[in-house]
């Protein structure tokens, strides 16, 4: 761990209230970039806790979302421990939650009471519809979310059914958007003085990136297709097979395609009256293949990943997750780190995609044992042993 | 258009060598929270002015992507537009490129020379790969960042090909990464007055998302099987047939899984000893299926997602654009919108998952004509109205 360079969010005091996967995936980008990021857990602690294969106790997949935190372990269903909650928000910059909506408001912290309490705070919910509209009250969930939003119905075989992403991509991209917009209302409550709410949708978030698929059906009313791994409007492109497997090659426009032919031999394609156009190429789209096809049989991957991305042609492989650990760019990027689990073992997690020059991501806190900070947390916040003890006999608090 | 309400990033000057869709995508959310971003265009323009269906002239993929921005001409091959540029470097806060690794290094603005030049500016780069690394030189593109990065291969049926996802999740991805990091490092430097670079590379961002899948490879070294829509280790989930057509059903845990087959008049299925444990049911799933499609099919897909969702079983169906758009939900939350062309048409446009409660993202300024505020903004830098002619006449810049 590095203790010693302060990250761009240093003194920045985030209060975390979420669980599972959208909220922590945010409020870990946060602690990644320097805040202090305060897990205020359940008793029995985030569920995920419990979830996916143990190591020494500890479960991998909450350690891939929870390192640059402090957990305190907090019972917000009890008096005592929403006026321990009120105490630290008074003077914390950021509340972060991932309940469905209205749940805040049971709590009895709804916006009108958190901005009495400090008009500073910005109040951070991520969930699956939004909160108003008529499905704000749904329960949501990565699957559903990537099937109403569209996103799911793009994706697949032609002839297939539409098909998800495996990755929760609607939590994930809900909670980097969510990160995009508290330190946007950061900076604005910088000059304003004034904190403000910011909600981000699973569904909104995955709708965003329908890109130019969306913008086509805007201006066609045509629904896009389904092409599974092929450009619906350019060929070639996509998988091709050499001695050894397949290889991906993007080409994306003409002067890409022409150094990809000229690099295969097949220089004079583009110029044949029989492919001389995308058109016509899409209509022979079997002839090309097998052109294509038996240039590359002849030789492996590695050469042909070599030549062509010399040729700036883009192209790689389809990689497992065995070939993207083992990949020399992928360790030069350090995409795969290790975090420390509290008192404990090193575990195996994902690296830090935001790279900056002078204040770089690290691990500076480690994954937390549920409660781990709970009394330095309190002992910071002005309680004396003797209140701590209290709230701990009276289960409000528990403890590590 | 509402001019009234500043975002929160209001007064924040970006200056925008980006093109095509990673880096637009940034700076336009950066747009959308209210800082100033000056797209500086070559004299052609950004290549997707040309690209996907013209609306009246307009391409609506380069609608999609460049709303809150001003337009300005300038040719960065030429000394004296690189002079220009410099002058919009000396006072902005963050400058984005998203060329290849270097290519700003030629134009003369290397890390050092723009530290010279402005201490406190913010530089921000979207490549590829990584600017460090044996590929750093790599060409780029979605699909093979896709391969690349592990996503595409644990998407697809467990007996069909690795299956990218459509949109280009790589590229915008990577974008929202660096609108997080470029906001963190605008609150560092405002606390320590240095700026700083920062990067992201499609393939990292994208391997960021890996999840849980990433957590049990670390945990267990056995690669992630593709499950198509199923789940990996539950059942029953994924699609189930109704009257009219497919619903998404995820049961992702068991006390979900109640609400689901009480829903269905199947609540005795959890305490058979049949199917009273989930490794039973992934055993028995064609006479589980069997029983949930007898029940589905006498109702309406309606039907079941009303009491389901009600029953708290996160359930949808798989939209295609057209029903995304009528959809009820994302009309309330204001998903799709118009942007209006500078001086022309409105165009439909993908709305802002970033929702703000005291000032919210409004399309503050048109999608821009090329150089339709090149005049503007050199006049804003102090340049009189005979060095703009001067430099219009050089080719230097160019006015629309």
Redesign the interface.
């Given at each position: 761990m590095a203790e010693e360079v302060n990250?761009?969010?240093?003194?920045?005091r985030v209060i975390d209230l979420t669980r599972v996967?959208s909220g922590p995936?945010c409020t870990m980008?946060l602690g990644d970039?320097?805040a202090d990021v305060v897990k205020v857990e359940p008793p029995k602690g985030d569920p995920v806790r419990a979830?996916?294969?143990?190591?020494d106790g500890v479960?991998?997949?909450f350690?891939?979302?929870n390192r640059n935190k402090r957990s305190i372990v907090l019972d917000l269903y009890s008096q005592a421990g929403r006026a321990v909650l009120c105490r630290m928000l008074a003077d914390a910059d950021v509340l972060v939650e991932n309940f469905r909506p209205g749940t805040l408001d049971k709590l009895g912290l709804d916006?009108a009471a958190l901005k009495t309490l400090n008009p500073r705070l910005i109040v951070a919910s991520i969930n699956?519809?939004?909160s108003?509209?008529?499905?704000?009250?749904?329960?949501?969930?990565?699957?559903?979310?990537q099937?109403?939003?569209?996103?799911?119905?793009?994706?697949?075989?032609a002839d297939?059914?539409?098909?998800?992403?495996?990755?929760?991509?609607s939590?994930?991209?809900?909670g980097?958007?969510?990160?995009?917009?508290i330190?946007?209302?950061?900076?604005?409550?910088?000059?304003t003085g004034?904190g403000?709410?910011?909600?981000?949708?699973m569904?909104?978030?995955l709708?965003?990136?329908?890109?130019?698929?969306?913008?086509?059906?805007?201006?066609?009313?045509e629904?896009?297709p389904?092409?599974?791994?092929d450009?619906p409007l350019v060929y070639p492109?996509g998988?091709f097979l050499c001695a050894d497997g397949q290889i991906?090659v993007?080409n994306?426009h003409d002067q890409?395609l022409q150094r990809f032919l000229d690099t295969l031999d097949l220089g004079w394609v583009m110029a044949d009256p029989r492919y001389d156009s995308n058109a016509k190429r899409m209509a022979a789209r079997e002839d090309l293949r097998s052109l294509i096809d038996s240039r590359m049989a002849g030789k492996s991957r590695d050469h042909w990943l070599g030549v062509l991305?010399t040729a700036?042609?883009?192209?790689?492989?389809?990689?497992?997750?065995?070939?993207?650990?083992a990949?020399?760019?992928?360790?030069?990027?350090q995409?795969?780190i290790e975090a420390p689990w509290q008192d404990g073992p090193n575990?195996?997690?994902?690296?830090?995609?935001?790279?900056?020059?002078?204040?770089p991501c690290t691990v500076r806190k480690p994954v937390p044992r549920l409660g781990g900070s709970t009394a330095e947390v309190l002992a910071e916040l002005g309680y004396s042993e003797d209140e701590i003890e209290g709230l701990r006999q009276a289960g409000t608090i528990a403890l590590a």
């Open positions: 990250g761009p969010l240093h003194g920045l996967l995936f980008i970039l320097g979830q996916g294969t143990m190591t479960s991998g997949y350690a891939g979302f916006a699956g519809y939004g108003t509209g008529p499905y704000t009250d749904r329960p949501a969930f990565d699957f559903i979310a099937a109403m939003s569209g996103f799911m119905g793009v994706n697949g075989e297939g059914p539409p098909m998800r992403a495996a990755p929760p991509v939590d994930l991209v809900a980097i958007y969510a990160a995009v917009g330190l946007g209302a950061v900076i604005g409550r910088d000059r004034q403000q709410t910011v909600e981000v949708a569904v909104n978030g709708l965003s990136l329908m890109a130019y698929l969306a913008s086509e059906y805007f201006a066609t009313d629904l896009p389904r092409t599974g791994n450009h492109y998988l991906a993007a994306s890409i991305n700036g042609v883009p192209c790689g492989i389809v990689q497992d997750l065995s070939q993207v650990v990949d020399p760019q992928i360790r030069a990027q995409m795969v575990l195996r997690v994902l690296g830090f995609p935001i790279k900056l020059g002078q204040t």
